[in-house]
DNA sequence: TTACACAATGTTATAATATAACAAATTATT
DNA sequence: AATAATTTGTTATATTATAACATTGTGTAA
């Protein structure tokens, strides 16, 4: 059998809805959300999440343990993320920055490791919550 | 009463032990290490945890659930973090890099957002490991 | 076209991580 | 000493995530 090259029936539910969320989502909400459509235990939810982060459909946000749909064409794979979180109102959103992660595709420091993969994620406050 | 500037019994307990350890320690591992010492419960290391976080003695891998001594003479605060970390071995590096230090804090993106703080992981193979 | 290999799914149970709520003890200032 | 605030202790529980294994689906090749 052929590596999968398209999304299974659980994968797309899983992905359907956290697309059409404007915030991210954690697996529990996510659990609940699609019940309806069958998928009934965590593990079908974080199996589905697994693999939609491994090719780079979704991200996960590390700091709050939660998921965005990926927004910015070029993630084929989830190896080079940078995300701005707003501290009041949660807030966020998918740097898309050809110097910043040009900067951070090509660092180096004096350890001699290679890199082959990043995530970073800025915490301030968004327009909105500044104005308050 | 002031607001403390000096470390509680149960933060030092902690902080002795996280600096101890070469690699990050989960918050499980801290508790049942300094079971000891008296302290048995989780919020006893979650809160001795934050508060060292909070003022910059440890920083939190997030990516790992897990957490370090700061190693950085500059963190007075955890607000400007960058780790190296290798996927097979999983050693943890903290990066002490001035010019990325510089470039993040002054990173600015056309959101109007402005970032009081920041946390970059990089991953890859450590010299170690590539060499298997 | 059926047997196979393997990927994906379903299911139950449980592990690992983290916080809520509140009572008691400690400590600094009045 | 009275007080106010912080820290601690304690029990319970919420939240996040995985182990283990049985079952089903699907592409490939005999």
């Known amino acids: 059998m052929q590596k999968q090259n398209f999304l299974t029936k659980n994968q797309?539910?899983?992905l359907d809805l956290v697309e059409k969320s404007s915030q991210p989502l954690k697996?529990?909400?996510?659990?609940f959300n699609v019940q309806k459509k069958g998928l009934k235990a965590p593990l079908q939810v974080y199996r589905a999440l697994?693999?939609?982060?491994e090719i780079g459909k979704i991200h996960k946000i590390e700091?709050?343990?939660a998921f965005v749909a990926c927004k910015n064409s070029n993630c084929?794979?989830?190896?080079?993320?940078?995300?701005?979180i707003c501290e009041s109102c949660e807030?966020?959103?998918?740097?898309?920055?050809?110097k910043l992660s040009k900067y951070l595709s090509n660092f180096?420091?004096?350890s001699g490791m290679k890199y082959n993969k990043y995530n970073l994620e800025f915490?301030?406050?968004?327009?909105?919550c500044k104005n308050k």
């Open 27 to 31: 697996a529990y909400s996510i659990l």
């Open 108 to 110: 180096e420091d004096n």
């Open 123 to 128: 915490f301030g406050l968004c327009k909105k």
């Open 50 to 53: 697994d693999k939609l982060v």
């Open 12 to 14: 797309q539910i899983v």
């Open 76 to 84: 084929v794979v989830s190896n080079a993320t940078a995300f701005s």
């Open 63 to 65: 700091s709050r343990n």
């Open 91 to 98: 807030k966020v959103t998918e740097i898309n920055n050809s």
